[in-house]
Each structure stands twice: as C-alpha cells, then as structure tokens.
C-alpha cells in the first residue's frame, strides 16, 4: 500500500489555541509504516495518520484550505469555538454534561421517539 503523503507535500498542523484551533501549514519531511497506519513527520511534529492521510492534528490541504492559506500570506489561520455561542442558549438549571454523557448509553426506559 502506498503512503498516503510524500516527502515535501503540504499539509494543515492543528493546536489548540485558546477558544479556538490554530491551523498552520506543515510541510511533510518523512512517511513511515507504523501498524495500521503511517507516521508522519513534518517541520511541525510528528503525527500518526490513516489511510487517507488525516491524524488528530494533521490533514491534507483540499482546495479550500489552500486558498485560505493563500489569502492569509501562508499565516496561521485562527477557527473559533462556536460552542460558546450554542452554550449561551442551554437552560443552565440542566446538567448539561451529565445529559451529553448519557446520550450514548442503551437505557430501556429512554424515549427512543416514536413506536414502530
């Protein structure tokens, strides 16, 4: 199987950075085997990748991303939170987090919506 990314390809480097992500182009230095996926290293780190070349920080450039680097002079590109926002409309008298954890959870007497 062939490495998903090249020597010399370039990529987005994702942080977190305060409320939000910082996106930072990355250029690849070295692909390797490493289980099921690839390792990648980069002028930014090392970043452990899947088939299609995508880690938890690292992602190829598409299209989109490359005229946003190219709009930004190749700067670091700032992606806020929204979740703030969103957490600004929750009723605060729930236990918001205790609700999201148990959302997942099989329970027999949850309202699965309507009857079939």
């Known amino acids: 199987m062939a490495p998903p990314l090249r020597p010399g390809d370039r990529v987005a480097w994702l942080s977190a950075d305060g ?3 910082r ?3 990355a ?3 070295t692909v390797e085997r490493e289980g099921m996926g ?3 290293e980069t002028d930014h780190g090392r970043e452990v990748v ?3 070349g995508e880690g938890s920080r690292l992602l ?4 989109e991303l490359a005229r946003d680097f190219a709009t930004h002079d190749g700067e670091p590109l700032m992606v806020q939170s929204t979740a703030q926002e969103i957490e600004a409309y ?3 008298l729930l236990d918001w987090d205790t609700f999201e954890r148990e959302l997942g959870r099989d329970d027999p007497d949850r309202d699965h919506g ?3």
Do not use: K
Not at 60 to 63: F, H, K, R, T
């Open 38 to 40: 690839w390792t990648a």
């Open 114 to 116: 309507p009857e079939r």
């Open 19 to 21: 409320d939000g992500v």
């Open 50 to 52: 899947d088939h299609r």
């Open 90 to 92: 929750l009723d605060p």
């Open 60 to 63: 190829p450039i598409d299209d």
């Open 23 to 25: 996106v930072e182009e």
């Open 27 to 29: 250029t690849v230095l």
